[in-house]
Structure formats: structure tokens, C-alpha cells
């Protein structure tokens, strides 16, 4: 029977990520400190944050608080897009709040190199493969363990791993992956190159649609487990490594409590057929003229 909690994915480093780990974008203040803390005492062993996220300060007190030691947990952190000329800065900023000397996976959060002076453009002369260049110096300093893109198309990716200055695969591609969103394309395109999967939004995340939907009710209901906990699941027996975020002690101990039982082929079949179609992250928010999303797996 399947043993979840303490499964890794081995990353085309030979590093080995932590199966399940816990999201914090949108846990407010005093709040994530609690949320890690808590979460790494239930066994957590890895953490997902950003710099645009505002909260690694807190993280790093979570992680302290924990009593954990470091090197047993996987930390995720994230470029921010107006620092794609300033990678080692935001490296910098990212090892201070943290309160650590390395992370074990740097990624560059979208493919959009953002004008810091003006967030609505793009830089003109500046654009992902060149932050990607200066992301690739950052291993071998030892503040890098893996570097890695998140929100990357297979039209980024074709672009980036065909440039002459591209001389590491990504470890890792993080994006966005539930039944309304499931990818499949880009899902096996990352497998092609060697580039593990994770799934952001795995729950649908906030006031998620997800839960009103019959089939994984029904499925839920048939095996005595949450709604969510299936969703980890379907993530899960599909290859990605899943990073649900919460905040409160009881659901980061439920979606933790997902070893010694498996969905069918039947189940996964089933949720893999949704017809409806949902983005969290639509990249609305990203310099006009940037189409980060081109349809469901590009
Ligand atoms: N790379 C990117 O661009 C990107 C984008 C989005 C997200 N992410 C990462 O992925 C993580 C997860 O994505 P997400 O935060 O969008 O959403 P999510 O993990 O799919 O869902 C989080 C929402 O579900 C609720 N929730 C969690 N467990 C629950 C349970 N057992 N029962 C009922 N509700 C539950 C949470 O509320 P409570 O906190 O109140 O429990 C929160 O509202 C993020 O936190 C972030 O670390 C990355």
C-alpha cells in the first residue's frame, strides 16, 4: 500500500523533493509561522514560498520554531518577476529572510521579466532565457541546490532548452495542476526532458469549485477520505509532487494523512475526465502583451 508522506521524487540532480509540502502563498501574517511550525512537527519536510509571497521572514521562524533541523527540510523559494536582472539580489534577500545559507530549489516564478520601475512591461532587451542564464550561476556557489522554472508551457520550455546558453534541464516545473486543470500535454512533456512536476493549486485552492463536483464526492464518500485528500491523491499517483497550503492545524494534519490506500485506475480515470476547465493563476496580473497561457497544456 502506498506510503505517501515520506515518498521523495529524485530530481534530474539526483536530489530527492519531498512528495508533499506545504504551500503558503496567501497565509496572512502570524499566521504561517504556526502553519510550518506546525506542519513540520506532523512531519512535513518541505515548504513552498516565494519572495512575492512576503512571508519568508515567517517562514524561517517556522522553521526555526519547529525545532527541525535544516537539513532534513526541503525549502522551495521563488524569483520574483521584477528581479529577473537582479537574480543574485534576489537569491540574497530570499537566504536572509529565511534565515538560511542555501535552498534546495530556486525557481523562477513566471516566465515574465517585469520592469521594476514600471510593473505594467516588460523589460525590452531582458527576457526569461537571460534570467535563466544568471539562474544557472547560481549553482556550484552552494546558496543553490536545484534551480527550476514555475508557470513554463512547453513553448517556454522549447524556447529555453534550445538555446545555445542553456546548459542545465530545470529540476523542476511548478504549475498549476488540478482536475479542472490537469495538463496532460505539458505534464508528459516535462517527464520527456527529465523536469519533475509540481502541482500548484492541487486543491483548487482558495473557496475552490472543485469540491462541488459529483464524481469526486462520490469518490471521497466511497473511500471514507476528504474530498482534498483525494485530490493529493490524484496528484500524487500521477507523478507530481503536490503542495497543498493551509493554515489551520487540523487540515495541515488531514492533508498529511494520505499513506496505506490508493484511488483505482477506475478513480484516477475519473478524475482525470472532468470537462470543466479553471485557472487560479491566469497570469492576469503579468506587463500587457505577456501570454504566459496559451491553452490548456502549452
Ligand atoms: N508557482 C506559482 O506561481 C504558484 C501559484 C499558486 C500557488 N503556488 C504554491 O502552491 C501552494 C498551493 O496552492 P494554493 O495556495 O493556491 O491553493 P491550494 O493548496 O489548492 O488550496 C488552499 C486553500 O484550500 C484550503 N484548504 C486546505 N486544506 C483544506 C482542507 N483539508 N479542507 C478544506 N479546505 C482546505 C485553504 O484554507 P486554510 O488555509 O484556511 O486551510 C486554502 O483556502 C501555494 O500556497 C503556493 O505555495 C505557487
Redesign the pocket.
Known amino acids: 500500500m502506498s506510503q505517501q508522506t515520506t515518498r521523495t521524487f529524485t530530481l534530474n540532480t539526483g536530489d530527492k523533493i519531498p512528495a508533499v509540502g506545504l504551500?503558503?502563498?496567501?497565509?496572512k501574517p502570524n499566521e504561517v509561522k504556526h502553519a510550518v511550525e506546525a506542519a513540520l512537527r506532523r512531519g512535513y519536510r518541505h515548504i513552498?514560498?516565494?519572495l512575492a509571497y512576503g512571508n519568508e521572514r515567517e517562514v524561517g521562524d517556522g522553521i526555526k520554531a519547529s525545532g527541525v533541523p535544516r537539513e532534513e527540510i526541503w525549502i522551495t523559494t521563488?524569483l520574483d518577476n521584477p528581479w529577473h536582472k537582479r537574480v543574485p539580489e534576489g537569491l540574497a534577500s530570499s537566504l536572509e529572510s529565511l534565515q538560511t545559507d542555501y535552498i534546495d530549489l530556486y525557481?523562477m516564478?513566471?516566465p515574465s521579466s517585469t520592469d521594476p520601475d514600471d510593473l505594467k512591461k516588460h523589460y525590452p532587451d531582458w527576457d526569461y532565457v537571460d534570467t535563466w542564464r544568471e539562474m544557472q550561476k547560481l549553482v556550484g556557489t552552494g546558496k543553490v541546490r536545484n534551480i527550476g522554472v514555475?508557470?513554463f508551457g512547453i513553448t517556454h520550455l522549447e524556447r529555453l532548452l534550445n538555446d545555445p546558453s542553456c546548459k542545465i534541464v530545470p529540476a523542476v516545473n511548478?504549475v498549476?495542476l488540478h482536475p479542472c486543470n490537469p495538463s496532460p500535454k505539458l505534464l508528459e512533456y516535462n517527464k520527456s526532458k527529465g523536469i519533475h512536476t509540481t502541482a500548484?493549486?492541487?486543491?483548487?485552492?482558495?473557496d475552490?469549485p472543485l469540491y462541488k463536483n459529483d464524481s469526486l464526492q462520490n469518490i471521497a464518500k466511497a473511500k471514507g477520505k476528504?474530498p482534498?485528500q483525494v485530490l493529493l491523491h490524484w496528484g500524487l499517483q500521477r507523478g507530481t509532487s503536490v503542495?497543498?497550503?493551509?493554515?489551520?492545524k487540523e487540515?495541515i494534519d488531514?492533508?498529511f494523512d494520505l499513506d496505506g490506500w490508493e484511488l483505482t485506475d477506475e478513480e484516477m480515470k475519473q478524475l482525470s475526465s472532468f470537462t470543466e476547465r479553471f485557472k487560479?493563476?491566469d497570469g492576469a496580473f503579468l506587463p500587457d502583451g505577456v501570454k504566459v497561457f496559451l491553452g490548456d497544456d502549452e
Open positions: 504551500g503558503t502563498w496567501q497565509s513552498d514560498t516565494a521563488k525557481l516564478h513566471w514555475s508557470n511548478q498549476e500548484y493549486s492541487c486543491l483548487g485552492s482558495t475552490s476528504t482534498q503542495i497543498p497550503k493551509s493554515v489551520s487540515r488531514a492533508n487560479v493563476c
